[in-house]
Each structure stands twice: as C-alpha cells, then as structure tokens.
C-alpha cells in the first residue's frame, strides 16, 4: 500500500517524540534580534544577533531558523574573541517524505490496526525504496505499501541526524575564551519582497484627491521573522556580479504621464535609494502577505484631464475615444510631499448615494518628489477625437512640419478642455528632436458640446 498523507503525519507524531521536536511550538523561535531590510529586486538583507555560551578552543554552533533559502556565499558571522572556521547550511527539512528517504537501507516499525476489532499489530521491516512507492521486506516477503484502507503507522526508531525541523545554519568556531556573548550573523537572501499600491479617493467637486499608500510584504523563504526592525529600500541594487546596463528610454506608458520632480524627500538616503522604515517591529510570517500603511495625506488639489496621443503621421479612419485622465503633484507644497515607490494607483470616485465606486488604475515608477503626474483611469464614454493629417514638409533634414487637423465630438453638456500630444511615435524613434522643439508642438484644444 503506498502510505497515505494521514498515515505519514500519524508517522511524524510517533517518531518525532523525541526532543528533536521541542520546537513544536509556532511561535517558538532560536531567533535573536532580527532586523531585515527588504529591497525592490527580490534581495534581503538579514542581520540576527543571538546571546549564546560559546566555549574555548574549537566548536561547533547552531543557527536555526534561518532563511530556507539563505545564499551561504553572502554570510558573515562576528563574535568576540572568535573566528570562522566552517559553515554549513542544513537545508534538509524533517518531513515524512524525507524521513521515509533517510531510512532506506533501515529497519522501522509497521503499527496496523484492525478496523474490526481496534486490534494493533507491530512488524519490524526494512525499507528498500521510496522510488515511486513505498518499498519493505518483512521477514522474507517484499511489499510495496499501498491505500488498502488499513490504518498504517510508520514508527521511526530516530531521526536521522542531518535532518532538521526547522533551516539551521551550523558554524564552527576557534574561540580564544569561554563564555556569553552576543553573535551575530547576517546573509543576503531571496523570498521576501515589498511591493506599493496606493488607493487615492477623487472628488471632482473639490478638485481633490484623499490617498493612501500601502506597502505589502511577502514572505516565502521557508522562515518566519520574528519581530522584526524592518526596512524598505525604493531601489534596484546590482546583484550578479554584473555592472549596470543602460538600457535607453523605455516606451512611454499608455496613458500615464511624469514631469519628474526636483525636491528632495524628507526621507533617509542609501546612496541614491530612499529608505522606508516600518515604524514598528512586526512579525513577517513564512506564506505571509502583510500590508502596512506609508501614506495618508488629504485634500490633495487634483484635476481631471482629457487627453490622447496620437502618432505623428496617424489618421483615424473613424473618431477614437479620448483618455480620462487625473494630474496631481507629489510636491511638498500643493502635493503629496513624498516620494513615491514604484506602484499601482487604484482610483476610486464617490456616486450620489456617497459610495466610493472603482474608476480605473494605473501604474507609477519610483517618482521623486515635486513631480507631476497624470494618470489615466480609462475611456471617456461620451468624448472622441478624430486626426487627419492634411500635409507634411520637410524644414531642415531632422525637423518637418505637418498640419493636422482634430475633430472632437462631445456627448454632453459641459465645456471640456482635450490635451492632445500630436508626438507620440515621434517620441519614441526620433531622437534628434530636441525637448523644446516637441514642446512647442503639442496640441491643446477646447471644445463645447456639437462643436467640432
């Protein structure tokens, strides 16, 4: 019979009664002080400081409940009157699976219970394989175990010794003294990573913008952190070995445009990266997602924007819904006064009964403050734009000049002013166009309702 997963956990139960299992408790933890700083590209640092009774001469010290996936390369350990001699990282987990891997080649006991009668039986059987299936020789008969329906209970007679409960790291020390003190370890791993979402509440009346930010942690390294001093960092550091590429400008988002800003934060620098401290330790659980709050601001002046960018040669052979659009400013006067991780901004606009209803998203990268921004939130229902491009001529031989000409049709009853950038695949393939120059031809039109 191939053991079932309940028969393996009753297995885990008997076998695992022995003091390799004192660490049962979830909340337990060999953790000392532990702060972690999270970065942007899926990197974290872990820096863990523990008191622990070192002896003299050589030995070997324990660290559990370290990252799962801990990069071994990157650790470095610090304690008085000490030196590293060795490291190792034990990475096989006590599970039943690998508990049954570990005893081939060993003899356990089968504990089968009558269904009938509640009567036990106990067999000792040497486990042969786990290929595919469970394996024994009993006596002088082979087995394969299998789901008969039979309740069947694997006991362990140990637990193998290179088999941990919990990710341990193991050092082995040349210390000139015996005693207590605090030793530190600290190691770059992968698993945990931060990402921002900002949820902004518009009123159109008042011309404002009510938003929050929220910084959403994940953990997935096979460890829990345990109140942890935890530190965001808005970056992509280089890992890999490699030098930074400059890639060149990348393609301009639909709808989503950023007048990068000059004003310095009021935020911790690391190099050119900000930092973004939790206020408070929390407890970053492995298979955890966890939001924390970064930003709340008020009454932030706002204003709703139509708009479409339209290639430089583009015709429309029929008119095309126009973007709406929401500008505001991260400034520190008349803004959010904040820089911004990169993100999404989830926008939402209150109906007549007062409930805030979805009106669209869009993404931001890491945006300085003093910046403006316009994002789009989606189509404008009721207002469409149709270009025709009349003539093109040459001026110099990077610069032409073309006349276009726009219609906009609007579907209600206010005055609506329509940004229009007649620039758009221009931007992105002609880069002997100086900023000044593509200014100056960006369009803007003002339109009525049956107004063309």
Not at 176 to 201: C, E
Request: glycine share 8%; charged share 25%.
């Amino acid at each position: 019979m191939t053991i079932r997963a309940t028969a393996i956990a009753a297995v885990s139960a008997v076998a695992l009664t022995t003091a390799a299992l004192a660490q049962a408790d979830p909340e337990a933890t060999a953790q000392g002080d532990v702060s972690v700083t999270i970065y942007n590209n899926g990197q974290s640092l872990v820096q863990d400081v523990r008191r622990l009774d070192i002896p003299a001469g050589r030995s070997t010290i324990a660290f559990p409940d370290v990252s799962a996936m801990i990069r071994p390369e990157t650790l470095s350990f610090a304690a008085e009157g000490t030196a590293i001699v060795e490291q190792n990282f034990d990475f096989d987990l006590l599970t039943p699976q690998k508990l049954m891997e570990k005893a081939v080649g060993q003899e356990v006991t089968l504990l089968r219970t009558n269904p009938a009668t509640g009567q036990e039986t106990r067999e000792r059987a040497t486990v042969l394989s786990t290929a595919g299936g469970v394996v024994i020789r009993v006596g002088e008969r082979i087995e394969v175990l299998r789901d008969d329906g039979l309740p069947v209970r694997v006991i362990f007679d140990r637990v193998p010794p290179n088999l941990r409960a919990r990710p341990t790291l193991s050092v082995t020390l040349e210390s000139r003294r015996a005693g207590s003190r605090p030793a530190s370890i600290r190691y770059l791993t992968p698993g945990l990573g931060w990402s921002s979402d900002y949820v902004a509440l518009y009123d159109e009346a008042k011309g404002t913008i009510d938003m929050q930010g929220w910084v959403t942690l994940t953990n997935t390294t096979g460890t829990t952190f345990h109140a942890a001093n935890t530190l965001l960092v808005a970056g992509n550091p280089n890992t890999g070995g490699g030098s930074a590429v400059y890639r060149g400008r990348p393609a301009p988002a639909a709808g989503r445009t950023t007048v990068p800003g000059t004003e310095t934060a009021d935020r911790e620098r690391l190099g050119d990266f900000y930092l973004y401290p939790i206020a408070e330790r929390t407890t970053i659980a492995n298979n955890q997602t966890k939001q924390v709050s970064f930003l709340d601001v008020q009454g932030v002046p706002a204003r709703k924007v139509y708009g479409r960018t339209v290639d430089w040669l583009a015709s429309d052979a029929q008119p095309v819904n126009v973007l709406s659009q929401i500008a505001f400013s991260s400034s520190r006067e008349g803004g959010l006064g904040d820089a911004l991780p990169a993100g999404t901004v989830r926008f939402y606009q209150r109906d007549r009964a007062g409930n805030p209803q979805f009106i669209g998203e869009n993404r931001i990268g890491h945006t300085p403050m003093g910046s403006e921004m316009t994002l789009a939130t989606g189509e404008a229902f009721d207002i469409t734009l149709q270009a025709e491009v009349e003539s093109r001529d040459r001026i110099t031989s990077d610069e032409y000049e073309r006349m276009a000409r726009y219609r906009v049709r609007i579907d209600g009853e206010l005055e609506r002013t329509i940004e229009v950038d007649p620039l758009g695949d221009l931007l992105a393939h002609d880069d002997a166009l100086h900023a000044d120059q593509r200014q100056a031809r960006a369009g803007r039109g003002r339109a009525c309702p049956g107004r063309a």
